[in-house]
């Protein structure tokens, strides 16, 4: 049974820091390209951060760069997203996505709610 089970989410101050840590299971975890999205009230899912399957190559939507690093660890079957300098505007539920490289079957978390405000 497949599962990617997020963590970490929950209420912090403005330029506050969250780590999101997302643990997958039941596929071939480093065969798969992991992502964070995020859905804000009101809006649509976002793509946040995309790392490829070594950790070699990562990418962010213009709105978070400088601010979050998505890493993972292979061996524990984890993907994480550093949060740092929070605002307002990142408040959302945030995703954990798995796409195999081998045949692009595609997995969800069930989300972790982040919320930004003073």
């Known amino acids: 049974q497949v599962q990617l089970v997020e963590s970490g989410g929950g209420l912090v101050q403005p330029g506050g820091s969250l780590r999101l840590s997302c643990v997958a299971s039941?596929?071939?975890?480093?065969?798969?390209?992991m992502r964070w999205y995020r859905q804000g009230p009101g809006k649509e899912r976002e793509l946040v951060a995309v790392?490829?399957?070594?950790?070699?190559?990562?990418n962010y939507a213009d709105s978070v760069k400088g601010r979050f690093t998505i890493s993972r660890d292979n061996t524990k079957s984890t993907v994480s997203l550093q949060m740092d300098s929070l605002k307002p505007e990142d408040t959302a539920m945030y995703y954990c996505?798995?796409?195999?490289?081998?045949?692009?079957?595609?997995?969800w978390g069930q989300g972790t709610q982040v919320t930004v405000s003073s």
């Open positions: 039941g596929f071939s975890f480093s065969s798969a390209v």
């Open positions: 790392i490829a399957t070594t950790g070699g190559w990562t």
């Open positions: 996505h798995a796409r195999r490289i081998t045949d692009n079957t595609t997995y």
